[in-house]
DNA sequence: TTGGCGTCCTGGAGGC
DNA sequence: TGCCTCCAGGACGCCA
């Protein structure tokens, strides 16, 4: 399930390889992936413009077309870009080599003047794209997309800010999209276990101590995301058909029932905000708990 | 204003 | 073996 590390790992490997080109047909063969837009539209809207650059903005993979109009595509869940030859059948790659595979879950196809072809595939059909004028980016996320983690403003004040009166838990905090832009719910999990930073605890009531180290977390989280290439624990794969590591790395994401890395307790799994969440209830202290802790200590 | 829940959507796992 | 049910989760709308 792409999120920052994934969406940024596929613009890296896109962005040298598309800048420049232009899109002779861009075909949409699922109208979901337009809608509501008419996919005839899209199509019209996209068929023929040179490609500017890419840009990512939280889970948002932002294609720069010229005309000052900008491609804005989601992945969701299940959602694939690949770059590949025109014509060719090939729809992944592994370190067993080409699997010629039909695919099956293509949902479009952008023709591009050197012989190749970026197609989307997306199994369960949750991703999106959609035309703005380029002008119109930033208002259109404005409220809907917060802080970039991994930029300068992605400060523990900034934390205190977003958190300040919140009684939602941690974890429902870091998967908002419109306070920090880019974490989901593999990234949430592995940045609560290096803040040790329980996934109940109230997101009001940390301190500054506790949002260095969310901070920290996050950051540490998605760079490891990155260092890997992403995580394939479902159908992700990057833009060369390749999988992530990421997944060989987490250090407490569906590790259920394994030891923790840390302490060596349990790992265990609840459902927060209806997602699936993994933590160590050894080391990942709720913070009330952890004032008490800390008053019995002064004892 | 905030937080929780349902919806969309389909593949895969597990149970019978 | 085949069928059925449940689960997974990002974004958004709705409701309390």
Redesign the pocket.
């Known amino acids: 399930?792409p999120?920052l590390p994934e969406v940024e790992t596929i613009r890296r490997q896109l962005e040298p390889e598309l800048r420049g080109r232009r899109i002779e047909q861009l075909e949409v063969l699922d109208p979901?992936w337009t809608r509501p837009v008419d996919p005839r539209r899209l199509e019209q809207e996209v068929s023929g413009r040179q490609i500017l650059g890419l840009r990512r903005r939280?889970?948002?993979l932002l294609m720069d077309l010229d005309g000052e109009l900008t491609l804005v595509m989601?992945l969701?869940?299940t959602g694939n870009l690949l770059l590949v030859e025109q014509g060719d059948p090939v729809v992944a790659v592994d370190e067993e080599g080409f699997e010629p595979v039909a695919d099956?879950?293509l949902r479009a196809r952008f023709e591009l003047d050197d012989g190749r072809e970026l197609r989307f595939s997306d199994?369960?059909?949750?991703g999106e794209a959609f035309v703005l004028p380029s002008a119109g980016v930033e208002e259109r996320f404005a409220g809907?997309l917060g802080v970039e983690p991994l930029s300068g403003q992605f400060s523990a004040e900034t934390i205190l800010a977003l958190a300040a009166?919140?009684?939602?838990?941690l974890k429902?905090f870091l998967?908002d999209?419109s306070r920090i832009a880019g974490v989901?719910?593999?990234y949430a999990d592995e940045a609560l276990w290096r803040a040790e930073l329980h996934p109940l605890s109230p997101?009001?009531s940390m301190r500054r101590e506790h949002a260095e180290a969310l901070r920290e977390g996050v950051r540490g989280a998605l760079r490891a995301g990155l260092d890997g290439g992403g995580a394939s624990i479902d159908d992700y794969l990057d833009a060369r058909g390749r999988r992530g590591t990421m997944q060989d790395e987490f250090l407490v994401h569906t590790r259920e029932g394994e030891p923790c890395p840390r302490c060596g307790t349990a790992i265990r799994r609840i459902?927060v905000?209806?997602?699936?969440t993994y933590f160590c209830p050894g080391c990942q202290v709720r913070l009330r708990r952890r004032r008490r802790a800390r008053q019995e200590d002064r004892r």
């Open positions: 399930m999120e979901r939280g889970k948002y989601h969701r869940m099956r879950h199994a369960r059909r949750f809907r009166g919140r009684s939602a838990p429902s998967l999209q989901g719910n593999i997101a009001g459902v905000a209806g997602r699936s």
